[in-house]
């Protein structure tokens, strides 16, 4: 019997991913040469139903990396010469702030708390900074940032490039394109994908960054710079030979959440979070971590228990279900539940059924 899960990334597979995969192999997609009429014809599909879902404007374009991780070393090396500004609250945006201390950034990051958000009165931007780094959905404690914050910060820097990771968010996030110089998120979370594929999506003014560093002597990388990308881009084409299989697919879910219409998916997105969120507010075993309901994350809901959470996880498995344990220290006393549009109200009304059971017990 299949198993559910609700597992932070890799998680549930989109309900259509199989068929799309089916057809790509029907295709013979495997094969076909990413300088052909097929594969640019694959590139433009994906890329237009990307625009059509995020509302991406047409002074961005949309690269393919293998991941998140990659993206971020690409984005500090091409956007950054010298000093990048990070809002780190938990384990991958410290990760970020970690690749430009390796990169000899001169980085600085303004850190809060695991589970607290960010109160942007609190925060001074040096005027120097040429990157703001911002992670919308902390992955590893559930903090989200609001929409209007991001917005706020750009409003109040418009000088200075905005980067926002949307790893774990898109495309439930609604950050306007228009006010975001770069973003990038990774297939195996809301997008039901295996892992493997990173899409970076970058505005004009990074291109012009890259190309000012480049032509100043900077380091910009030796492969996948901004440069090789546009100028492939502007083609329907790639560096290198790229998952050709993957963005195939992606294009084929990102087609079929336009179909759904992504305000229904959002919608869907936010009735399951509160039903995870209410289930943890009447429990007596769990409690939500985060305090603040406006920093709450609508798609990963990180738990406080009091039961072990290995002993929790253990029993849904039993069951066919699949949740996170916390991220790094809060490995032991911590559940994190993605909520997908992969899984419907039914599957999340199935996992709370059995997670009460737990509390009760
Ligand atoms: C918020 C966030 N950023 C970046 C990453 C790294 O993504 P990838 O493993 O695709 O490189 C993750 C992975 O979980 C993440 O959750």
């Known amino acids: 019997m299949h198993s559910t899960y609700f597992t932070a990334g890799p998680s549930q597979l989109?309900?259509?991913?199989?068929?799309?995969?089916?057809?790509?192999?029907?295709?013979?997609?495997?094969?076909?040469?990413?300088?052909?009429?097929?594969?640019?014809?694959?590139?433009?599909?994906?890329?237009?139903?990307?625009?059509?879902?995020?509302?991406?404007?047409?002074?961005?374009?949309i690269f393919f990396a293998a991941s998140a991780t990659e993206i971020w070393e690409r984005i500090l090396l091409n956007c950054v010469a010298e000093h990048s500004f990070h809002l780190t609250n938990g384990a991958f945006s410290k990760k970020f702030y970690d690749i430009a201390l390796a990169l000899n950034k001169n980085a600085i990051d303004f850190q809060v708390e695991d589970g607290k958000g960010?109160?942007?009165?609190?925060?001074?931007?040096?005027?120097?900074?040429?990157?703001?780094?911002?992670?919308?959905?902390e992955t590893s404690t559930g903090v989200m940032i609001p929409d209007q914050d991001l917005k706020l910060i750009k409003k109040t820097h418009p000088n200075t490039m905005l980067c926002c990771d949307l790893v774990s968010i898109a495309p439930y996030s609604k950050i306007d394109y228009t006010l975001m110089d770069s973003s990038f998120f990774s297939v195996q979370k809301a997008f039901g994908m295996p892992p493997g594929l990173g899409v970076w999506i970058a505005n004009e003014q990074c291109l012009n960054k890259a190309l000012q560093l480049q032509a100043?002597?900077?380091?910009?990388?030796?492969?996948?710079?901004?440069?090789?990308?546009?100028?492939?881009?502007?083609?329907?084409?790639?560096?290198?030979?790229?998952?050709?299989?993957?963005?195939?697919?992606?294009?084929?879910?990102?087609?079929?959440?336009?179909?759904?219409?992504?305000?229904?998916?959002?919608?869907?997105?936010?009735?399951?979070?509160?039903?995870?969120?209410?289930?943890?507010?009447?429990?007596?075993?769990?409690?939500?971590?985060?305090?603040?309901?406006?920093?709450?994350?609508?798609?990963?809901?990180?738990?406080?228990?009091?039961?072990?959470?290995?002993?929790?996880?253990?029993?849904?498995?039993?069951?066919?279900?699949?949740?996170?344990?916390?991220?790094?220290?809060?490995?032991?006393?911590?559940?994190?539940?993605?909520?997908?549009?992969?899984?419907?109200?039914?599957?999340?009304?199935?996992?709370?059924?059995?997670?009460?059971?737990?509390?009760?017990?």
């Open 14 to 61: 989109y309900p259509s991913y199989q068929k799309h995969l089916v057809d790509a192999m029907d295709k013979q997609l495997g094969s076909v040469n990413h300088r052909s009429e097929t594969f640019r014809a694959i590139y433009r599909h994906t890329d237009e139903q990307l625009r059509i879902l995020l509302d991406i404007p047409s002074t961005h374009g």
């Open 216 to 361: 100043s002597g900077k380091n910009i990388g030796g492969h996948h710079t901004l440069a090789s990308y546009w100028t492939n881009y502007r083609k329907f084409e790639t560096p290198c030979t790229p998952n050709v299989m993957a963005i195939y697919i992606l294009g084929k879910i990102a087609e079929d959440m336009n179909h759904l219409g992504v305000d229904t998916i959002r919608a869907e997105i936010d009735a399951k979070a509160s039903m995870i969120y209410h289930f943890a507010e009447q429990a007596k075993n769990f409690t939500p971590f985060v305090q603040l309901p406006e920093h709450r994350s609508q798609t990963v809901a990180v738990l406080q228990t009091k039961i072990p959470s290995a002993d929790i996880i253990n029993t849904l498995k039993t069951k066919q279900v699949c949740v996170s344990s916390g991220y790094g220290i809060h490995k032991a006393n911590q559940i994190r539940i993605a909520n997908f549009p992969a899984t419907n109200l039914s599957d999340m009304g199935h996992l709370l059924e059995i997670l009460t059971d737990i509390d009760h017990a």
């Open 118 to 137: 960010f109160d942007l009165q609190q925060i001074h931007i040096p005027k120097e900074t040429e990157l703001i780094c911002t992670t919308q959905n």
